[in-house]
């Protein structure tokens, strides 16, 4: 019979796969997307979506069922790490990755934008005191590897310095996130998200109308909002729960697949000929 806490790292596996399957999903949905608005603008309303999204049926369900959450809810000590989150990984995160992609070649974005997990773990272990796992540590490197091939196209390019290094700040900004989430894993998850979703969609929205960014239709707006539902708000929803479970290393390096699923979908749906590079980055990752 398994043990309580054997349960939990099963469990906590568990959602940091499914988040990272459904983070994964959002990026290639998202790319059919980017050609009818401001990334920005794109970023607003993923994360409007998820906010609003899970609101609605948050209230939906209290509603019908007339029960409330038995999930702890946030307290005012709890204000300082979510702020934190909310500025690092909804606002200074994408800011400098807009900034960073405005500036930098494609191959050598997607390269870099690889270190988000990297920075989670050594924040976890180094800053944060988890426990460190040469374990895990091996398996973070393996999946690593196969993000850094699945992002090759070759020879990378060199791209403006100040660009590279805006991306990698923003990784660094989404680690420091993902480790300041940790501290709320305890509290209700929809909460979270939903605050984090509203606040973070609102200040993308704010900087893209005043970047002069036009509003896209209202059927581009509803997909949109549904990407980010499920990519942005449910994958959080089981990020925290994962991190709550098995920590911030641990659930940064499961979530490290979402590459590999994002990569994978591609293939079935935007009919990308897999490669070499792809078929070694499935072994790393298994």
């Not at 609605?56 to 989150?85: C, M, R, Y």
């Amino acid at each position: 019979m398994k043990s309580g806490k054997q349960t939990g790292i099963y469990s906590g596996v568990f959602f940091a796969i499914g988040a990272a399957v459904l983070f994964g999903a959002s990026t290639p949905f998202a790319k059919l997307l980017i050609g009818k608005l401001d990334p920005v603008m794109l970023a607003g309303l993923l994360y409007l979506g998820s906010g609003s999204g899970l609101l609605l049926w948050k209230l939906l369900s209290s509603f019908i069922k007339n029960v409330s959450s038995q999930e702890a809810k946030l307290h005012k000590t709890d204000l300082p790490w979510l702020a934190g989150a909310i500025l690092a990984g909804g606002v200074i995160g994408p800011v400098l990755l807009m900034f960073g992609l405005a500036t930098t070649p494609a191959s050598s974005a997607s390269l870099l934008l690889n270190l988000e997990g990297v920075f989670t773990a050594l924040l976890a272990w180094f800053v944060f005191k988890e426990n460190f796992d040469s374990r895990i540590a091996l398996g973070m490197a393996a999946i690593t590897m196969g993000g850094l091939l699945l992002s090759w196209a070759g020879k990378p390019e060199l791209g403006v310095p100040w660009g590279a290094i805006a991306i990698i700040g923003a990784c660094l900004a989404w680690g420091i996130d993902n480790n300041l989430t940790r501290k709320l894993s305890a509290s209700d998850p929809f909460q979270i998200t939903i605050i984090k979703g509203l606040a973070a969609g609102s200040v993308n929205l704010i900087t893209a109308i005043i970047k002069g960014a036009q509003f896209p239709s209202f059927s581009t707006i509803l997909l949109a909002g549904l990407v980010g539902v499920f990519g942005y708000g449910i994958s959080l929803i089981l990020f925290v729960l994962a991190l709550r479970n098995i920590g911030a290393a641990r659930t940064g390096a499961y979530f490290s697949l979402a590459p590999f699923i994002g990569a994978t979908i591609s293939i079935l749906i935007v009919e990308d000929k897999p490669t070499i590079y792809f078929a070694v980055a499935a072994v790393l990752m298994g």
